[in-house]
């Protein structure tokens, strides 16, 4: 079972990505007042990119420990980890750039966020995909 553990984490990075993309922040914009939205906006975003980020390195770890030879597996959660963290130290930046007004640098950081969170949702879509045609090959 451990040594599926980073499938089952890209699993849930999928999901997590795909929920609070699709549900969860547009129906904060649409049922709350952009005052109370943006506090929680606020507090939510950095939580998600944590959990990303740490599902990441716990799916690192667990493809080092097994030995697991694949080295785009590596790779790619490496670079979902630091695509998140990334992310995560940009957020004090984006909450300035919006408290001060900045609406060209908030775009700018926002908009890549927003790339970053894409690309970690490919990356782990891929994982998901390589994982099934590797799982006999190299996991055991």
């Known amino acids: 079972m451990l040594k599926n553990l980073p499938y089952l984490n890209s699993g849930i990075i999928i ?9 969860i922040a547009p129906a904060i914009n649409q049922l ?10 606020r507090y939510i975003w950095p939580i998600f990119f944590i959990i990303i980020g740490f599902l990441s390195i716990i799916s690192l770890i667990s493809v080092l420990k097994y ?5 785009s597996l590596k790779i790619y959660i490496i670079i ?9 130290i940009s957020v004090p930046f984006i909450n300035n750039a919006k408290d001060v007004n900045n609406e060209f640098l908030w775009s700018i950081l926002h908009m890549k966020t927003v790339l970053f969170t894409l690309i970690t949702l490919i990356l782990n879509v891929l994982i998901v995909f390589r994982w099934n045609f590797i799982s006999n090959e190299t996991i055991e």
Not at 80 to 88: I, P, T, V, Y
Request: net charge positive; proline share 0%; hydrophobic share 60%.
């Open 15 to 23: 999901g997590i990505i795909l929920f609070q993309s699709i549900f």
């Open 32 to 41: 709350i007042n952009t005052n109370e939205a943006a506090i929680f906006l």
């Open 67 to 71: 030995k697991i030879q694949k080295s």
């Open 80 to 88: 979902s980890f630091a695509l998140m963290l990334s992310c995560f």
